[in-house]
């Protein structure tokens, strides 16, 4: 997939470059030619970088989804019912003791000496 999306930069950035030469030498219009040119550039650059980005986020996304279900997934192939019962009230259990942890806070006086 990567190496899709290397190729699919370069061809972008081969278009914009093979317009402006065409405006450059054929159509003798040198001014098109260099806003073809860095309209290209720019596009190519722009779409490369959102798929750094799409693919980076979509790694995030993935591993944070294989953690979050790590645990549902185990639970879930435990064949033994009475088992699987005993980890799901285990699994809740320390889901309330994480809800009913809380940071003490101490109130700051200010003067005090």
Known sequence: MKKI?????????????GLAVFFHLVLHHEQGAY?????????????YLLREDNETTRDVLLDQYHKAHETTFMIAGIADRECQAKAHDHVAHAVALQDDMVIPTVPVTHGSP
Do not use: P, R, Y
């Open 35 to 47: 806003i073809i040119f860095g309209i290209g550039i720019l596009l190519s650059l722009s779409t």
């Open 5 to 17: 999306q290397n190729i699919a930069a370069f061809v972008e950035f081969f278009t914009g470059s």
